[in-house]
């Protein structure tokens, strides 16, 4: 099977596909647009330092809530599920490098670090 290239219309798809609630959904495309601000800001400066591009950017930050509502009683599982499912997408390997942190994986339900 050929994978899709994850661009930011695939995003907006991924997102109105995932994603009901559409305060959640503009939440996700302010965050598209401050990343790709930044992108832009860093490029400026002198200071970025990255093999991503500007529209990967964005497309992290539109993704980076995607699996909100599904997994917003299970913590562990946030940006877990999201992970899989970029499974299915030609996306370059950093793009969503942040989004594997272990710490991520060791909160409780109550959202705060576990310190077991």
Known sequence: ???KLLNTGEAFNLLHEKMKNQNL???????????????EHYKESGTLKTELTQEQWETAGI???????ITKD??????????E???NYDVHP???KRF????????????APNST
């Not at 959904?25 to 992108?39: D, N, P, T």
């Not at 993704?63 to 509502?69: F, Q, Y």
Request: hydrophobic content about 35%; glycine content about 4%; overall charge neutral.
């Open 63 to 69: 993704l980076h809530d995607a699996d909100w509502e």
């Open 74 to 83: 299970e913590p562990t599982r946030h940006t877990v599920e999201l992970l």
């Open 85 to 87: 499912w970029m499974e």
């Open 100 to 111: 594997q942190i272990p710490q991520l994986k060791n909160y409780k339900t109550s959202g």
């Open 94 to 96: 950093r793009t969503f």
């Open 25 to 39: 959904r503009r939440h996700c495309y302010a965050v598209g647009k401050v990343l790709a601000e930044f992108y």
């Open 1 to 3: 099977m050929d994978k």
